[in-house]
């Protein structure tokens, strides 16, 4: 396990069939790499269990590259040595997004949404995301020339937390070998929208969403 790619790792831990080696910090648990390890001691190789290991360290969505090569054991006959090189990719990232909307009821403005990731934060893959975001509209005219209305300007913000596992909690998944892709995802979230001269709206929800791929 690499934190850059070609730095001396120093440290080196076994665990059941595992050596697993890595500098400095170790930054995923050691029963997740074994569960997500499809190339099991002592079985016959089939690139089945090469795409599925592959994909399952892949979705963990913590390395910037994977890479699974084979030797020639130097003890059995028609054995291989697995190994297995992951550079870990960032421990944040952070995308900001901008828009200018134009309605048709005469309203217009911009909005903007701040999203804060923090990848592999149990050292499992999950990922904790922070999303903020905001908009701001005003009425451009009245609806009708004859009105006296005062002209409309409304705004919303809002923030989310959600909590993302690269695989399906619940009973029993853990020991299945899902070929495709899989995930968990909580949500908690908040909503203040004002309309002015009209209304003012709360909105709190929270959601639980499993994402299962059966075929690519």
């Known amino acids: ?20 080696r890595y500098n400095r910090t170790f930054d995923l648990r050691r029963a997740v790499i074994l569960s997500n390890f499809r190339l099991p001691p002592g079985e016959l190789y089939t690139e089945w ?9 892949s979705r963990l969505n913590m390395f910037q590259t994977l ?15 697995v190994t297995v090189e992951g550079v870990y990719d960032a421990p944040y990232d952070v995308t900001f997004e901008s ?31 922070l999303k903020l975001e905001g908009s701001y509209e005003w009425q ?20 989310s937390l959600s909590l993302s596992f690269p695989r399906l909690l619940l ?3 853990s020991a299945r070998e899902r070929r495709f892709t899989q995930s968990t995802d909580l949500k ?26 059966s075929s690519p």
Do not use: C
Request: net charge negative; aromatic share 12%.
């Open 1 to 20: 396990l690499y934190h850059y790619a070609g730095e001396p790792l120093t440290d080196t831990i076994h665990y059941e069939d595992l050596t697993i």
């Open 49 to 57: 269990r090469h795409d599925l290991t592959s994909l399952r360290f």
């Open 67 to 81: 890479n699974i090569g084979y030797r020639a054991d130097s003890v059995g006959e028609n054995l291989l040595d």
């Open 99 to 129: 828009d200018f909307t134009m309605k048709s009821n005469s309203q217009l403005g911009p909005g903007a949404a701040l999203t804060i990731t923090r990848k592999n934060i149990f050292d499992g893959g999950e990922a904790l995301s």
């Open 140 to 159: 451009t005219r009245r609806t009708s020339p004859a009105s006296d209305e005062s002209l409309i300007n409304s705004w919303e913000m809002g923030a």
């Open 171 to 173: 009973p029993g998944e």
């Open 188 to 213: 908690l979230s908040f909503t203040r929208y004002t309309r002015a001269n009209y209304f003012r709206m709360l909105s709190f929800g929270g959601e639980i969403a499993y994402q299962y791929q």
